[in-house]
């Protein structure tokens, strides 16, 4: 609750994210209702298996179902936090869980809201530095591949369409222009 | 609906968001339950006030009011698509209606999923070049200031959490990047 808000009514409680209609007081006074998301967050990966600083440094990106897109995105990992988890633990842990890998250093990049005009839900992206493998402990609806690519190709992927998630395509690009000194 | 769908079952339908908890048949067969926000997808557009490949060229920055997040964010232009509308027109529109502006040129950038796990939504990324002022027209829930800032100076606001908008960090990450030839 926010001090703009007049009063709240759940509609729904879920596993992932909760629904919320609220009446809302705005800047001039005015008052009005908005459908509101409820989400606790979540933390991103970018993978790097080497120095990202290098030439052409390589990453690993998730070739992922995902029922809401009707097929397969390609991702960097990612997922919800646990209650009283750490952005930074929950990154490192969807790694673990997801790619197998653990990683020599993790750094923040940045904190963005997914889609504020309906969800409360912030993304914390990480980027992964020297990853050494381990094994995968993918959850039982998780239906996902792991790739290899260049940084290269990762930013032709998101020129060409190929990237589709705004989370990956963010963490890299922000990674890319970071590397080249913005 | 998808091949996926065992059933679908609709919780809520809103004015902007719809929720539905379908049953779900996995790739591997197994079924489950996930909880989907339907949304009727959105349009962006990051506003060059001139040619976006000069140098540290100027672009327009809201700074909106955004309930969700309990305060105000740097963000582009931006709108959830009318029935029946195109996404370069409803991008046209909503830079028209929070600016006040008209673009010489409008291209496309890229279309994301903003957070697959749990939404349909996507979101259209375009790019204004050559902007001509006219008389804003914000919708009567919108609270919104227009700033005008350098590339240079919105790429700093990313790397400084200034910027806290996903599909703004990205737009403008992705017209940076465009830009130096990636």
Redesign the interface.
């Known amino acids: 609750m926010?001090k703009?808000t007049l009063a709240t009514h759940r509609?729904?409680t879920?596993?992932?994210?909760s629904?919320d209609?609220?009446q809302?007081c705005?800047?001039?006074g005015?008052t009005?209702e908005?459908?509101?998301?409820r989400?606790p967050g979540?933390s991103a990966i970018v993978p790097f298996l080497s120095d990202p600083t290098g030439d052409d440094p390589q990453l690993l990106l998730l070739r992922q179902?995902?029922?809401?897109?009707?097929g397969y995105?390609y991702?960097i990992p990612?997922g919800?936090l646990d209650p009283g988890e750490s952005p930074s633990a929950c990154a490192a842990r969807e790694l673990r869980e997801e790619t197998g890998c653990t990683a020599a250093r993790i750094d923040h990049l940045?904190?963005?809201?997914?889609?504020?005009?309906?969800?409360?839900?912030?993304?914390h992206i990480f980027l992964a530095a020297g990853l050494t493998q381990g094994d995968a402990a993918t959850e039982?609806?998780e239906?996902l591949e792991v790739h290899t690519v260049t940084l290269s190709r990762a930013?032709?992927m998101?020129?060409q369409?190929e990237?589709?998630?705004?989370?990956t395509?963010?963490g890299i690009?922000?990674a890319?222009?970071?590397k080249?000194g913005?």
Do not use: M, N, W
């Open positions: 926010s703009a509609i729904f879920g596993k992932v994210l629904l209609v609220d809302v705005f800047p001039d005015s009005g908005l459908e509101i998301i989400h979540a179902y995902r029922y809401a897109t009707d995105l991702e990612a919800k940045c904190t963005t809201y997914t889609t504020p005009g309906f969800t409360d839900e912030q993304i039982t609806d239906f930013l032709a998101i020129q369409g990237i589709r998630d705004a989370k395509a963010l690009l922000y890319a222009g970071f080249a913005y």
